[in-house]
T-cell receptor
Framework: GAVVSQHPSRVICKSGTSVKIECRSL??????MFWYRQFPKQSLMLMAT?????????EQGVEKDKFLINHASLTLSTLTVTSAHPEDSSFYIC????????FGPGTRLLVL | SQQGEEDPQALSIQEGENATMNCSYK?????LQWYRQNSGRGLVHLIL?????REKHSGRLRVTLDTSKKSSSLLITASRAADTASYFC???????????FGKGTSLLVTP
């Protein structure tokens, strides 16, 4: 099966700093990757669709200047949470699109 | 936007019993998938059922899909304590589209 990795798996940062999360498709090329966010005891909500070589498409209510997405290659998409605040603390999960979506293991972000 | 709704929100059963979770959705779908998530962990893909399928089995799992009612059910037979997790249904409108996740059912299986 296809494998997607995320790095880091956990990150703790101070309020006001920026955090970069990487999503890699290890054994396939993903023209499209998706970023989801999951708050405690809630479901996954789509944040944005990341397309290789073009600008990401953001869901309503997701600030594109705060959540910067770069999909520079067919195997790597990055999500940078800029000027993070405690309310950005969440579980961030990416997926790579092949014949179906393959999910990464998630990144838990805690902003103090 | 979130379109799937699961019920019940929480389910508590004893080992050996069957667990049934339901999912409803609002718009036309290409596929419907079920995922499991242990507390604080990533998603585990359980089963995919296509819009032209009505029932699918995988081990102790049985999934049904009724596109006329826009609903699906997940049955876990002979449950085990290790089945304790949250279960989500997810739909996509077409191939290559993002998934819309339901709110999930939290299943607790006690020994």
């Amino acid at each position: 099966g296809a494998v997607v990795s995320q790095h880091p798996s956990r990150v703790i940062c101070k309020s006001g700093t920026s955090v970069k999360i990487e999503c890699r498709s290890l054994d396939f090329q993903a023209t499209t990757m998706f970023w989801y966010r999951q708050f405690p005891k809630q479901s996954l909500m789509l944040m944005a669709t990341s397309n290789e070589g073009s600008k990401a498409t953001y869901e309503q209510g997701v600030e594109k200047d705060k959540f910067l997405i770069n999909h520079a290659s067919l195997t790597l998409s990055t999500l940078t949470v800029t000027s993070a605040h405690p309310e950005d603390s969440s579980f961030y999960i990416c997926s790579g699109q092949r014949e179906t979506q393959y999910f990464g293991p998630g990144t838990r972000l805690l902003v103090l | 936007s979130q379109q799937g709704e699961e019920d019940p929100q929480a389910l508590s059963i004893q080992e050996g019993e069957n667990a049934t979770m339901n999912c409803s959705y609002k718009t036309s779908i290409n596929n419907l998938q079920w995922y499991r998530q242990n507390s604080g962990r990533g998603l585990v893909h359980l089963i995919l059922i296509r819009s032209n399928e009505r029932e699918k089995h995988s081990g102790r799992l049985r999934v049904t899909l009724d596109t006329s009612k826009k609903s699906s059910s997940l049955l876990i037979t002979a449950s085990r304590a290790a089945d304790t997790a949250s279960y989500f249904c997810a739909t996509d409108a077409d191939s290559g589209y993002a998934l819309n996740f339901g709110k999930g059912t939290s299943l607790l299986v006690t020994p």
